[in-house]
């Protein structure tokens, strides 16, 4: 069983930027192959952000986020990091990381996540 705890998350002005962290315990990190979604206000589901395979090598995003995001992790110290750069008001939503033991090409998808953490909440004022 994987623990996931999320934080770094607040309130910033549009244009700037946040650090989000994603702390892991309980299993093997670096098996893992770790993805960032969000959900905004009034949004049923939570949309895909981010994702990094276990060995760093591949790294996905959304068209929304491309070239403003970057994801990374340090397996020394079993966390992922979500870079957020350039924010916009629609980028508001909680965040939360997912942790998954299978490659796949539907990483967009939650059902593929076996883990989840708690969630931190980003909100990016105009």
């Known amino acids: 069983q994987v623990q996931l705890v999320e934080s770094g998350g607040g309130l910033v002005q549009a244009g700037g930027s946040l650090r989000l962290s994603c702390a892991a315990s309980g299993g093997t990190f670096n098996k893992y192959h770790m993805g960032w979604f969000r959900q905004a206000p009034g949004e049923e589901r939570r949309e895909f952000v981010a994702?990094?395979?276990?060995?760093?090598?591949?790294?996905y995003y959304s068209d929304s986020v491309k070239d403003r995001f970057t994801v990374s992790r340090d397996n020394g110290l079993n966390t992922v990091y979500l870079q957020m750069n350039s924010l916009k008001p629609e980028d508001t939503a909680v965040y939360y990381c997912?942790?998954?033991?299978?490659?796949?090409?539907?990483?967009?998808?939650?059902?593929?996540?076996?883990?989840w953490g708690q969630g931190t909440q980003v909100t990016v004022s105009s």
């Open positions: 994702r990094i395979t276990w060995s760093e090598l591949t790294t």
């Open positions: 997912a942790a998954d033991q299978h490659a796949t090409t539907s990483y967009r998808l939650e059902r593929e996540y076996d883990y």
